[in-house]
């Protein structure tokens, strides 16, 4: 054979063998979740988070206005899970759901609405359905019907079975009692306090009322028996999305006894995150106001509420993660509804993710949009500390 001839031969051989040996070496990288999909394959994504996490969520204010509980009536009573059907995954997905329920829902006395609330006792098993299972009763109107009103708003719940329940008592030993639950080997302590209260014929052990003695008294007992400890507090000045002198003071002594994670509520409107040193070093996160979330209130920053996130490593008992999932309070009525105030005509009440709301408030007389609220929201929630304001698809 000629030198040519040979060499040639030998240069196909070596071009053959390189060109099978970079196919062998990148289908050696390749695994399932890279491979491109055929026609009954699709491609494997990583989820969001770690599902080992356990996520605890706090929404606001759940408001039975007079508008609510017309649009709740039904055939069988009254349906308030109607309302939530666009967010009620967002619940079930989530291990800890707090909530807090601003109106007594007591049997026998009465369905009444703003300013001297009592819901029916629907009012509670739809939010303990919907998926609330952290409750707070700790805020200025639970005490609207007096004593009778928070004794049979506590013996509804004590029928549902949430997880926990704080803050409105039916004795003095019940007022001192931490609520401790279990989740995914995580260990939560449970405490509810309320700046003020409406009615002023108010028991000794009723509320529980924002005291140094209780509150270090609470924090205390807890900081011995709990990995987290998850204070509700009903506090601030309405409507004002800035932090007042007395929310900083109370947020610096929470942070001080240990809470690890603080659901603020009562101003109607968000207020800031903020993050806090504990004295051992460790993390206080401060919702200062998760706003409203079930209200059928006018202006349409109390309408704009949503989910604050702490996700935990269950394994070593830290926070991992803070975010907002922001939420928008739906209703319905013409311009001439609104100029008159015919506030019982509005109609398709209707909670949603802000991210999704695109189309119920081109319905709405808000004149408003989904990027400027969500904006404004960002720059009032990072105002002392970043916090993650998340999509829906990111939830």
């Excluded at 805020?139 to 926990?164: C, E, F, M, Y």
């Excluded at 996160?285 to 702490?310: A, K, P, R, T, W």
Aim: with cysteine.
């Amino acid at each position: 054979m000629k030198p040519k001839k040979r060499l040639l031969i030998i240069l196909v051989i070596i071009f053959i063998l390189a060109g099978g040996l970079i196919i062998w070496k990148n289908s050696q990288k390749t695994d399932s979740t890279d491979t491109l999909p055929t026609s009954n394959q699709t491609v494997k994504k990583p989820p969001k988070e770690d599902p080992s996490l356990l996520r605890i969520i706090g929404t606001g204010d759940m408001l039975p206005h007079e508008t609510v509980n017309q649009q709740a009536k039904s055939a069988g009573g009254y349906d308030y899970r109607q309302f939530f059907d666009q967010v009620k995954k967002y619940y079930q997905s989530a291990d800890v759901r707090f909530c807090n329920q601003e109106s007594p829902s007591a049997p026998d006395i009465g369905v009444t609405a703003y300013p001297t609330f009592n819901a029916p006792t629907q009012f509670a098993s739809d939010l303990s359905a919907t998926g609330c299972n952290v409750i707070s009763l700790a805020n200025n109107h639970l005490n609207d019907r007096g004593q009778s009103g928070i004794d049979g708003t506590r013996a509804v719940w004590d029928g549902l079975k949430p997880l926990g329940v704080a803050g409105a008592n039916r004795s003095a030993a019940e007022k001192n009692k931490v609520s401790y639950f279990e989740v995914k080997g995580v260990k939560m302590a449970f405490v509810a306090y309320t700046e003020i209260s409406n009615s002023r014929s108010l028991s000794s052990y009723g509320l529980n009322m924002l005291n140094d003695n209780l509150v270090k008294s609470q924090l205390g007992e807890a900081k011995t028996q709990a990995d987290i400890i998850i204070v509700s507090v009903h506090w601030g000045t309405e409507y004002n999305p800035s932090v007042n002198s007395a929310q900083q003071r109370w947020a610096k002594t929470f942070a001080d006894n240990g809470a690890d994670i603080v659901f603020g509520t009562g101003p109607h409107v968000l207020q800031p995150v903020q993050r806090l040193t504990q004295p051992n070093g460790e993390e206080t996160v401060v919702f200062y106001s998760l706003g409203n979330i079930l209200s059928s209130q006018l202006d349409v920053e109390s309408l704009i509420g949503g989910f604050g996130i702490v996700d935990i490593d269950p394994t070593t008992k830290k926070i991992r993660q803070t975010a907002f999932l922001p939420t928008y309070m739906h209703y319905e009525w013409t311009p001439q509804q609104k100029a008159r105030e015919d506030l019982l005509a509005r109609k398709n009440l209707k909670i949603y993710t802000l991210d999704q709301s695109a189309e119920p408030l081109s319905r709405s007389q808000n004149n408003t949009t989904v990027d400027y609220q969500t904006k404004r929201i960002t720059d009032l929630l990072n105002k002392f500390t970043p916090v993650k304001i998340l999509k829906s698809n990111e939830y």
